[in-house]
């Protein structure tokens, strides 16, 4: 007959005993947060959206702001924008159709197309910024709450084709 010392000794050993599931759970999501992070950091693409998300933690704490598809385009870039279309064959130029004869890409779009003109007054207004501080940069659209509602009302509004 074993001694029951002996028999105990040789038991696997549950390290997770004792230990919450919510901890291992946090635990597993700091890990994963941490690895992108890095990654967003050292990532050479993606060089637009980080003219308004310059590192993950930025964009972290704007994630309770709804994107809609249209503002999706305009923080990445990827959208129906002529440099963005051509750029995929399928325009020939990308040139805006404006007087201002300039690319047309989200900056553009934003600072200076001449089509959007009301729009961008609107904007400027809303966000209190001054004729002679203009253009600002891209992260003050989405820094606060109100700045980001007001960037979202003239996306969905500008028209800019
Ligand atoms: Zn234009």
Request: net charge positive; with cysteine; glycine share 4%.
């Amino acid at each position: 007959m074993k001694e029951p010392t002996k028999n105990a000794l040789n038991m696997p050993i549950n390290k997770n005993v004792g230990i919450p599931k919510c901890h291992w759970k946090r635990l597993s999501h700091q890990k994963r947060l941490g690895q992108w992070k890095e990654d967003y950091a050292s990532l050479s693409k993606a060089s637009h959206t980080k003219k308004f998300f310059p590192t993950a933690k930025c964009r972290l704490e704007r994630n309770s702001f709804f994107c809609s598809f249209k503002v999706n385009q305009f923080l990445t870039g990827h959208g129906n924008f002529e440099e963005y279309l051509k750029r995929f064959h399928r325009q020939t130029s990308d040139v805006c159709d404006c007087s201002a004869k300039e690319i047309q890409n989200v900056e553009h779009i934003i600072f200076r197309c001449l089509h959007v003109q009301d729009c961008r007054k609107i904007l400027q207004q809303k966000l209190g910024v001054p004729e002679n501080d203009w253009p600002v940069v891209l992260i003050s659209l989405i820094n606060t709450k109100p700045s980001f509602l007001y960037f979202t009302e003239f996306v969905h509004t500008c028209n800019y084709k």
